[in-house]
């Protein structure tokens, strides 16, 4: 059986690492899953200003249906592909 939560958190480290002068990957928590501690990831990118509008998209695996964090995850990518633009 392949480690589903293992493959999107890798993803999200190849994500992250494209651009990290525009990417910024936060560690928000750690959550205690069947004996693991998974992180809980944010990924800032734009303004730093509080002031500035903001938004946030939120994804994850559930049981066996990874569609959640796959359509954030491609979504994600999509816009970090767009930055260099």
Known sequence: MIDTQAEE?????QI?????????MRTLCRIPC?????PLRAFF?????PAAPAIGYFGGVHGLERIGAD???????SIVQRLRW
Request: net charge negative; no cysteine.
């Open 16 to 24: 992250a690492a494209t651009d990290r002068s525009r990417i910024e």
């Open 71 to 77: 359509v954030v995850i491609a979504y994600l990518r």
């Open 45 to 49: 990118l734009g303004s730093a200003d």
């Open 34 to 38: 069947a004996g693991k501690s998974l």
């Open 9 to 13: 958190l890798e993803e999200l480290e």
